[in-house]
Structure formats: structure tokens, C-alpha cells
């Protein structure tokens, strides 16, 4: 990945061999003394400017946690977060007070939090210090966890990947829509081949990220989740209380997510399979997702491929892009070729 991209395809075999890369163990070479099967692993935060962080605090530090959370603990955590985003820097005093009562410490710097922990939790909800916030941690060799977005752009998202890759550190980034149960069972094969998607997700516009990566991330994670890898083009209409975005998939299929800003904020969605059509399960708040990180912290695994990453990101920026065009398709071949250029 030292290289610039030319190309969707080579673009996205370069980011998959990189990415295979970080499921070897020797990943966690930095911590080979630690036992990993019977010594707490301590767990970082950064950013308590989002609900995120007391909902895995609070899984993770329960009195009786589940046996999935066993060993796994939160011990520090920097607050900062956003500073001029307002609906999330005005919740960080509330957040910082709570999050002691699970017997967390605050402290003043990200390299004082490295100096604690063995993982990190970025959960940030500013995608645009994402880059900034994450490299002291890949170059401590910390595995992390990315909150959505990952980045507020695909290009600082390919950073993230480059600098992982070259340090050979685990990061992955999800939304927790991913891991609705039956978007999983899907995924799986268990209803034979999807044959498209609709799927629809609150999208809240924020004028300091690119529309979709705020919050209609949300659908656009559920439709890759069941549809995979390989979109060539996308279009985009948009109105003020809605958004609809198309995809059209290498092998013709089609998948759609409806953005809404107004009536009920809702998850769901049709998935079109070999074997009928199944609806979509609701939000299953953040255990689902819990579990995986933290069978990633242990193992170093990737759940969550850098190609597939990326290529919602620039699923994203396509998006941004039909609108600012007047809804024409636009080809992800022109997004993946503006990230070499840039």
C-alpha cells in the first residue's frame, strides 16, 4: 500500500493483501510477555463525547459481566472529542463525570491513556481528528477500534490503513448495525445469494462531514453488510427530509438506502434473497458489536476488511458527489482515482 492507487480493482486487491496481513499473530509481538488467557486486558477510550462510550463501559465493567467480557476492562480514558461540533463537545462534561462512577480514570493526554492500556476504544464522534487522534496509538502498537465514521474522508481513511499496515497494527472500524443478528445470518449464506437490498437509517446532515458519513453511515454499513464488495456506480437524490442512494453492483445486482430526517428514527430494510425476502431486524444496541471487538483485541483478527472499509467510504463521497451533480450516476472508478491524485 506504499503505493498510490491507479484503479478501483488494483486499489482494492492492494488494501486486501494488506489486510490479510493483520491477522498474523505476530501482530502482537510488542506483548508476547503478557499472557493473554488469564491477565485483564485494560482498555482505553478516547473521545467521551458520544453515549458510545458509557454503553461499553458499562458492558464491560459490570459487576457480573457477561462471559464474552471477562478479562476485559476500561481503566483510563481522554475525553477529548470534539471541540466545535456542539451536539457532541457539550456532552463531555456529563459523559466524564459518569464514566468515573465505573472506576475510570480521565487523563490529560492520549500518551498518558497509552501508557495504561493494552487496547484502545477511539470512539470519538469527529471522523475529521480520526487520522490525527489514531496515530500515536498505531505507533505504540495498540490494536484500536474506530468509531463510525472512520474517517470524515476516504483519503484520511486510506492513511489509517497505510500507517496500520506499517506498523503492522489491528484496526478496524463498524458501525453496530452490522451486527443485527439476522444481517450476520445473512451475510453467512444461511438464505443462499442476495440477490439486492433496500434498506433505510436516520441520516442527521452535520455541516462538518460529507453528508452520509455523519449518520446515514448507519444504512450504508447494513447494505454492505449484506451485499459485499464490488459497487461501480452510484446515484444520488436528494430533498431535505429524505435521501435515496443507489448502487448498481458489478454483477447487476442493486442495493438502495433510504436516509430519513424526518417522522420516526428507524433502522430496517427488505434483503432479496435466492430463498425469498427477509426483513431486516432492528438496532440490537451494543453487545453484538462488543463481542467482536473484543475478540479482535485477543486475536488480532480483523472482522471488518480494509477493502470493504473503504469501499463504503467511497460509496460515501460517490454519494456527495450524484448530489452535488443533480442525481447523475457517478462511477466509484472516478472516487478511487481522485484518492490518487489528492
Not at 471488518?304 to 450516476?329: H, R, Y
Request: charged share 20%; glycine share 8%.
Amino acid at each position: 500500500m506504499q503505493e498510490k492507487l491507479l484503479n478501483r480493482s488494483s486499489f482494492i486487491r492492494n488494501v486486501t493483501l494488506a489486510g490479510a496481513a493483520f491477522s498474523l499473530p505476530s501482530i502482537f509481538s510488542s506483548v508476547t510477555a503478557r499472557n493473554l488467557t488469564t491477565e485483564k486486558r485494560r482498555v482505553g477510550i478516547i473521545g467521551l463525547d458520544t453515549s458510545h462510550c458509557i454503553a461499553l463501559t458499562k458492558l464491560l465493567n459490570a459487576a457480573n459481566p457477561s462471559p464474552d467480557f471477562e478479562g476485559y476492562k476500561v481503566i483510563a480514558a481522554y475525553p477529548f472529542g470534539s471541540r466545535d461540533i456542539s451536539s457532541s463537545a457539550e456532552r463531555i462534561p456529563e459523559y466524564t463525570e459518569e464514566i468515573k462512577k465505573y472506576g475510570v480514570e480521565i487523563v490529560p493526554s492520549i500518551d498518558e491513556l497509552l501508557k495504561r492500556v493494552d487496547d484502545v476504544l477511539l470512539l470519538t464522534n469527529d471522523g475529521r481528528i480520526h487520522l490525527e487522534q489514531v496515530t500515536p496509538v498505531i505507533k505504540a502498537g495498540k490494536p484500536v477500534y474506530i468509531n463510525k465514521p472512520m474517517a470524515a474522508s476516504l483519503k484520511d481513511a486510506n492513511a489509517i490503513f497505510e500507517m496500520a499496515n506499517q506498523y503492522s497494527v489491528p484496526v478496524f472500524s463498524s458501525s453496530a448495525l452490522r451486527y443485527v443478528s439476522n444481517l450476520q445470518e445473512i451475510r453467512s449464506g444461511k438464505s443462499g445469494k442476495v440477490l439486492g437490498a433496500d434498506v433505510f437509517s436516520p441520516a442527521a446532515l452535520e455541516k462538518t462531514h460529507p453528508d452520509l458519513f455523519w449518520y446515514g453511515i448507519h444504512g450504508v454499513e447494513s447494505l454492505y453488510t449484506v451485499m459485499g464488495t464490488g459497487c461501480r456506480e452510484v446515484v444520488r437524490i436528494h430533498t431535505d427530509g429524505t435521501d435515496m442512494t443507489v448502487g448498481t453492483w458489478d454483477d447487476g445486482r442493486i442495493g438502495a438506502v433510504r436516509g430519513t430526517r424526518t417522522g420516526k428514527h428507524l433502522y430496517g430494510g427488505t434483503i432479496y434473497t435466492e430463498t425469498g425476502d427477509i426483513t431486516m431486524g432492528q438496532h440490537e444496541g451494543y453487545t453484538n458489536l462488543l463481542k467482536v471487538i473484543t475478540n479482535f483485541f485477543t486475536t488480532g483478527v480483523i472482522p471488518v476488511s480494509a477493502a470493504e472499509t473503504l469501499e463504503i467510504m467511497a460509496f460515501m463521497e460517490a454519494a456527495d458527489l450524484s448530489k452535488q451533480k443533480g442525481g447523475v450516476p457517478v462511477k466509484m472508478e472516478v472516487i478511487f482515482s481522485q484518492l490518487q491524485t489528492s
